[in-house]
């Protein structure tokens, strides 16, 4: 199949057409406005729906509505966007309810500023609402995988009748690369066994009900406990994450999600070639996060390193991962800055010298 040139907001848009997804539903917000500029012409040649709402929380409650009559419905918004719509992500995953929220992280806290970031790790790995909730949460690194995981998210959400994220960055959205784009992935337009549970308003059958509420401790209880056995389950089956160069004991383990893992993989080469063992793991899951695997390479590691484009956010869960096998360190930048694989590099190799000396 023959590859196209297109922007990262564009193909998740055209990767979401092709996973069957026929409703958008969106408020605008850099740097992901070309999502909702793509699909507001592209969904109407497809046969599908694209609504721009009067802010973020009503279009999260439009995806709560819509998602729960049955349809294949996601919505893409950034950071402050995303943290309007968290009320609503809480109440769809207690009601469990599939659906798919795009995060293409803008620099933070507060409006911050449109370059990139990835300080939305904890809104997006440990909830971001109220309540005991999980979203299974994806990071590409390239244009190429953010269609990949878009088309898996849809498949997650199904499975897992659960909120979906896909978590990028400025540069996911704004970047250009060649992506292979799957011309017809699936023609069901509606979530997979909706017909059991979806508010459809069919008659002839059990009443379907959807919603949060919960007023008997008891039943309260039992629904978070079913919730937990789900994200334990996720944990079990769909945890994913790239190697790369972690073979024998290491100097230094970088590790690295999204865009950033780009740079640090470069940086990872530079050391390499200044005479270090460096090796790298990608988180793919963010949620559920390769804490097993982290711990195993930390027992043969001198250093581990979360490479990312926060103050720290990351490190919180590679430290868990690593339980004191290892030094635990961090390096990142903030306020929209990316960092260049030298500046990485010699970050890096600074604080193993710290740790040496």
Known sequence: MAKKLMKGNEAIGEAAIAAGCRAYFCYPITPQNEVGEYLSKRMNEVGGAFLQGESELAVSYMIFGAAGAGAKVFTTSSSPGISLMSEALSYIAMAEIPSV????????PGLGGILPGQADYFQATKGGGHGDYRLYVLAPSSVQEAVDLMILGFEMAEKYRNPVMILGDGMTGQMMEPVELPEVYSERHTWAG??????TG???????????????????????????????????????????????????????????????????????????KVGMLRPITLYPFPLKRIRELAST?????????????????VERAVAERARVAHYGTAGGIVPTPAQVAEGVRKLLEDGNG
């Open 194 to 199: 909706q017909e059991d549970w979806a508010t």
């Open 301 to 317: 590691t001198k250093l581990v390193v979360s490479v990312e484009i926060s103050m720290g956010q990351m490190v919180e869960d």
């Open 101 to 108: 929220f795009v995060n293409i992280m803008r620099a933070g």
């Open 202 to 276: 069919a008659t002839g059958r059990e009443r379907h009900l959807l919603n949060s509420l919960a007023l008997d401790p008891q039943r309260g209880f039992e629904r978070n406990q079913r919730l937990a056995a789900k994200y334990r389950r996720m944990e079990e089956e769909d945890l994913r994450y790239e190697e790369v160069g972690t073979e024998g004991p290491l100097d230094v383990l970088l590790v690295s999600y999204g865009t950033m893992a780009r740079i640090a993989k470069t940086a990872m080469q530079e050391l390499q070639a200044q005479g270090l």
